[in-house]
């Protein structure tokens, strides 16, 4: 028995995919075989009430086969690849645009037809020619092609897919037995593997994805051991236990660039830590770069102490570029990292763009007159620092002068720690023209900067006017008795002053100032004269002024 026919879209429910079913046409060959198949010759019947010609039905299936190339179907998930001329006759989508451009096709031309007859009398005579030409020929033309499509693919029928399952399993057998043994058990295998690879589609589940989801760490423990692995270090067993601490204090534990690195990767999700110090573990500036990359991402940390670390410019350079971005970190200390004028470059300009940071530690450095330049002009537009220490450094009169405008221009400083430095009388007189307008400032050290009488004496001037600031050291300063006397008498002038601690340490004072402190005690009962002895040196970790005398 001969079978042939053509694919055509079977019915489905909503939802469910397109799919072809197989439309038998039999041949003559059947009824000389004697094989019947009962009501098949009714239902062909019933196929095409409104059939085309077969010339032109066989045109037009070759027409959209090679206009709509590659035919597919979803049929039991594989697609199936038809050749030119085999007919497929109907697509759900095609349906749809044929139904509602049928519906709507009367509607254009009763509009068409109403807009060329309000404009008809209006146009000259070519025009009208050629306007109602267009017309009837789109109208023919659309006409046309939706009758054809309207028969072809509204009105066809399908055969009963009880119908359509015989024939194609009839089809089948026929293929089997014209082909080999080696032919049948490769296509029983592909079919088994077919079969295998449905059955593991249907069992795949969301627990394969719920396997591979890890938990969030907010203490970064196991990425910090992975870190070491990758960066080729030991895990350090103090910071394991420290994890979960709010205060992580790592002081001199070797932890190099490399160790830097993996704890910065750990950092970056720690969410318990908000103060870090790392002071005396030999970061460089590549361990600097690698915490500054980790403060940009965490939000939590706000006191971070990387001093004595020898960050250089590169670190100076990372760090700026973090400050840039964090708005987190209050407190940054950074003493002891060999920053000199190139790394005051890179300082001066985080310094006006960051008004979050509260308190910077630039003491024990290298920075000079230029760096004093850049900072007095970063100091000036900064209006968040609070606290600055810029101790032990190599800035001279030129810097001093320059620091000094900047301090006189800052209404947020709070703290200012110069001492250690080489300000001399024309940096002290310069200080004194900035106390005179500044009305913030509450505490300055100024000590052991080659300050003389004549510089004490002219800084002495702008105390006269001073209103805000309570603490005041001088100590070690070559001032001798008279620079300390004439201080005093500012102080006493002032009826404004609010002076608390005054600190002379190791200047050697006479009778006379002796005789004054006790004047002036009378004036302010609440002040604090230290003068004379042998004061312990003021080392960098040696409690503030204010508390010594607490």
Not at 355 to 383: C, P, V
Request: aromatic share 8%; glycine share 8%.
């Amino acid at each position: 028995m001969c079978v042939a026919g053509s694919y055509r879209e079977t019915a489905r429910a909503p939802g469910a995919s397109l799919r072809l079913q197989w439309t038998p046409q039999w041949s003559t060959a059947t009824a000389n075989r004697g094989e019947t198949v009962e009501g098949q010759e009714g239902e062909q019947a019933q196929m095409a009430p409104m059939a085309l010609p077969h010339n032109i039905r066989r045109g037009l299936t070759t027409f959209s086969g090679s206009l709509f190339i590659d035919n597919k179907t979803g049929d039991c998930g594989a697609a199936q690849i038809y050749p030119p001329g085999h007919e497929v006759l109907s697509s759900l989508p095609l349906q749809m645009l044929l139904f509602f451009n049928v519906f709507y096709f009367p509607f254009w031309g009763l509009s068409e037809g109403i807009m060329l007859a309000l404009k008809y009398g209006l146009l000259p005579c070519y025009y009208q020619f050629l306007l109602v030409a267009a017309f009837l020929i789109l109208a023919l033309a659309e006409g046309l092609r939706l009758y054809l499509g309207y028969i072809g693919n509204l009105q066809e029928k399908t055969l009963p897919m009880s119908v359509c399952e015989h024939s194609v399993h009839q089809e089948r057998d026929a293929s089997n037995r014209t082909n080999t043994p080696d032919e049948l058990e490769g296509n029983e295998s592909e079919e088994k593997a077919d079969e295998d690879s449905e059955r593991e589609e249907e069992w795949d589940t969301d627990l394969e994805i719920e396997e591979t989801k890890e938990s969030f760490d907010p203490t970064g423990k196991t990425r910090y051991i992975a870190a070491c692995q990758l960066y080729g270090v030991v895990p350090i067993s103090y910071f394991l236990r420290h994890m979960k601490d709010s205060e992580l204090i790592m002081k001199h534990h070797g932890l190099g660039p490399q160790g830097a690195k993996a704890l910065s990767l750990s950092l970056m999700t720690n969410t318990s830590i908000v103060k870090l110090n790392l002071s005396d573990n030999w970061l460089n500036g590549d361990g600097a770069a690698a915490v500054a990359e980790m403060l940009k991402e965490n939000c939590y940390i706000s006191d971070v102490d990387l001093s004595d670390n020898r960050l250089g410019v590169k670190g100076a350079a990372a760090l700026s570029a973090m400050l840039l971005e964090n708005t987190t970190v209050v407190t940054l200390k950074l003493s002891g990292n060999e920053f000199n004028d190139h790394a005051a470059k890179y300082l001066a300009d985080a310094l006006p763009a960051n008004n979050k940071m509260e308190s910077l530690d630039l003491s024990h450095n290298m920075l000079g007159d230029t760096s004093g330049e850049l900072l007095g002009m970063a100091i000036a537009e900064n209006t968040g620092l609070k606290e600055l220490n810029i101790s032990w450094n190599y800035f001279r009169s030129q810097g001093a002068a320059a620091l000094a405008r900047g301090f006189e221009a800052n209404v947020f400083l709070r703290v200012l720690d110069l001492s250690y430095n080489g300000f001399s009388n024309n940096g002290a007189a310069a200080l004194g023209e900035a106390l005179k307008v500044n009305n913030v400032l509450e505490e300055l050290n100024i000590s052991n900067n080659r300050i003389s009488v004549e510089g004490a004496l002219r800084f002495a001037v702008g105390l006269k006017e001073n209103r805000t600031l309570k603490s005041l050291n001088m100590a070690r300063n070559p001032m001798q008795s008279e620079g300390c006397f004439g201080i005093l008498k500012s102080i006493q002038a002032n009826s404004g002053a609010v002076v608390e601690i005054l600190d002379f340490s190791e200047i050697p004072v006479n009778k006379d100032f002796a005789d004054l402190c006790d004047a002036v005690k009378m004036l302010f009962p609440n002040l604090q004269i230290r003068h004379g002895g042998n004061a312990t040196l003021h080392k960098k970790d040696q409690p503030k002024v204010s508390q010594e005398f607490s």
